[in-house]
Each structure stands twice: as C-alpha cells, then as structure tokens.
C-alpha cells in the first residue's frame, strides 16, 4: 500500500515526485515506455528558466528523476493496464508488477502526437517521417519538407523548419485551416513556405536513404499527386493518454483530463492529474512541472484531511 502513486515521468510527474519524496511521502513513480516524456525526444531546450544557456531535454529529464530519487521517491517501469478508482485504496493494475493500492493517485500520462494511419508512414519514422520539428528540424538543413496540417501546430512547425529547410510545403486535408489567424498570417507571410490546400494524404514514398515525398489526392480534381521532398513533418495534433483510465475519470470530448478549475483536483477525491494530459492550451515543460508542484500539494493536503482509516471507520 503506498500513500500516493505517481502516472507517468514527464516534467509534471517528476515535479511531484520531487514535492511529494520532500513531503516524507515516499510516492511510488511508475514509468511508462518513454521514460522522461516528449522531452526526452528534443534536442535543446531553450526556454526552462534557470538555464542561460540552455540545456538538453534528456539532461533535464534526468536530473529532475535524480533529485526525486535523492529524497526518497521509488521508480518502477510498467504499464498501467486498468485502474480501480471506485473505492479507497484504489488499484492499479500494472504490467510486470500485480495489483498496487494507494490512497492517492497522480496522472501525468501525457499526450502523444496523432500519426495519419497512412502506408508509409510508421515505417519511416526516423527516416524523414517526424512529429516534432524542434527535434528533427535540424537534420534537414537546406532540404524540402513537407508539414501535414491546418493547425497551430503545423503554422509552428512549418515556420520554425523554415529555419532550416530551403522550402516547406504545408499540406492539409481542406482548404480553410483550423488555425488562429495570427498564427496562419505568420505562415502566410513567410515566403520559404508554399501551400498545397484541400489535399488528402495518402501514403509516403520513400526509398532506399529515406522519405522522397507524400503521395496525396487533390479534392478539387480526384487526382492523385505526388508531392516530392525529403521529409514528412505530421502536425495534426495530440492524443491525451487516458485510455486506460477507462472512463472512470471526466474527461473533455478529445480525452484530455478534466481537473476542477484553478486546482488539480479530479472528480474522485484522491485523483490529481496534472502536466499535458490535463492541459490541451500550453503543453509547455515549465506549464506542466507547474501543475506537478500543484498536484503534489493538493495531493499532501488531501492525504492530511483525509486520512485513509477514517474513511474504512465510516464504511
Ligand atoms: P488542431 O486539432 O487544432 O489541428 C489539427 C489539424 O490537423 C487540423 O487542420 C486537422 O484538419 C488536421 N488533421 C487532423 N487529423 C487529420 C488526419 N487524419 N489527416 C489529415 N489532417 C488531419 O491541433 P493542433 O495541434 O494544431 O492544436 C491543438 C491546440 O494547441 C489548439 O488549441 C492550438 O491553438 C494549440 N496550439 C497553440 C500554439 C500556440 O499558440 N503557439 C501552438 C500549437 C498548438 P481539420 O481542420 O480538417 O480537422
């Protein structure tokens, strides 16, 4: 039985860990299958205060598991297979490990990016097929790449790997895009980056040395076209990774976590969720080490006014 157990190690997870093992609460951290979260695939992070000069995402990640360690928090690797959040102690059910109690539950399981489902395109990743343009933009110095999306994110995406690229082409399904105009007049205003509108994705090509293009339907014609560059950029949004929490916790229409306005605090008394899966808006590593400092300390006050007998006593 472990008085709180922690979801996940991105930076909100591990601020947790940190605030709850200083606590004297000795959570119990279970790392999923990318130990260290979205920032563990980017190169240099440029923008965590306390860092002049920058530091490399790994590094970061590392550090904040090695000063949760230092003052008790224990790690484990597994898969959260299902969660049993009906009474106290919940159970989780974890791969690898059995059934864990905790009187207090923290999710920080994150979001994934979403991958189009197209031939080509899983098999690639690596090759010139990325989800991130902060981690792989740099190896495509003087290339062409192709963004996929009409959202903020693909706008970012195309006009951060304009720094890098000779041209980007952004294609999205539809001709209008779903994102915010100051972030599309930036695109538009961009003259390295060209538009292929209204065109449905619909296998990556590649070769021998990686990706040569994006095989894609021009809605306008019917006609299928094949749009040649070096890499495939996907931008088209994130998945919240709250599966397994099998709909026993509120959630908004796209999954992400619903936590009551101003706290981290869940539906279930003893359920804290914070980092990105709770948080659709800034998904920025500071923004979820925030929400971690928040759940460890609505998590500690729960456990003081809400201690675990008093509740078997009313039962
Ligand atoms: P969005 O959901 O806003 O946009 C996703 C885009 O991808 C849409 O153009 C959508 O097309 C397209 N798309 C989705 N699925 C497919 C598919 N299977 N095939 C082809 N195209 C597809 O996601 P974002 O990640 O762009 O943004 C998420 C949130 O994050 C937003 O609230 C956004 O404002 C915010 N954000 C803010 C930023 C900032 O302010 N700096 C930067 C990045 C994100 P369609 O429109 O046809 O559905």
């Known amino acids: 039985m472990h008085k709180t157990v922690i979801i996940g190690t991105g930076p909100g ?4 860990a ?30 965590f205060p306390g860092f002049p000069e920058g530091v490399m995402g790994p590094e970061l990640m590392d550090n904040m598991r090695k000063q949760a360690e230092r003052f008790g928090a224990k790690f484990r690797s597994g898969w959260v297979n299902q969660v049993d959040f009906s009474q106290r102690p919940f159970t989780l ?18 979001a994934s ?4 489902g197209i031939p080509g395109e899983k098999e690639n990743v690596g090759r010139g097929v990325s989800t ?14 192709i963004v996929v999306g009409g959202g903020d994110s693909a706008m970012e995406e195309a006009n951060y790997l ?8 952004l294609v999205n399904r539809r001709s209008e895009l779903r994102a915010s105009k100051i972030m599309q007049n930036r695109a538009r205003a961009n003259d390295k980056i060209s538009w292929s509108l209204d065109r449905t994705p619909l296998e990556v090509m590649a070769g021998e040395r990686g990706v040569t293009g994006l095989k894609a339907r021009n809605n306008e014609t019917g006609l299928e076209e094949i749009i040649e560059a070096d890499g495939v950029f ?4 994130h998945t919240p990774n709250t599966k397994f929490l099998g709909g026993q916790l509120t959630t908004d229409e796209q999954g992400y976590l619903l936590v009551k306005p101003g706290t981290t605090e869940m539906n279930i008394p003893g359920v804290f969720a914070c980092g990105d899966v709770q948080d659709s808006r800034y998904r920025q590593a500071i923004s979820a080490a925030g929400t971690g400092c928040m759940a460890a300390l609505d998590c500690e006050r729960f456990l003081d006014e809400a201690p675990l ?4 006593a009313a039962r």
């Open 13 to 16: 997870g591990l601020t947790a």
């Open 18 to 47: 940190i605030y709850l093992a200083r606590a004297g609460l000795e959570p119990l951290v279970i790392e999923g299958p990318e130990p260290g979260g979205q920032l563990t695939t980017t190169t240099e992070v440029e923008n």
């Open 93 to 110: 059910t974890v791969e690898g490990m059995g059934e864990v109690q905790a009187e207090s539950v923290i999710i920080s399981t994150g």
């Open 113 to 116: 990016a979403k991958y189009l």
């Open 132 to 145: 991130c343009a902060t981690c792989d933009g740099f190896f495509f110095r003087n290339k062409k790449i």
């Open 162 to 169: 304009t720094r890098f690229a000779s041209e980007v082409v």
């Open 234 to 237: 996907i931008a088209i949004g």
């Open 309 to 312: 007998h008093a509740e078997a």
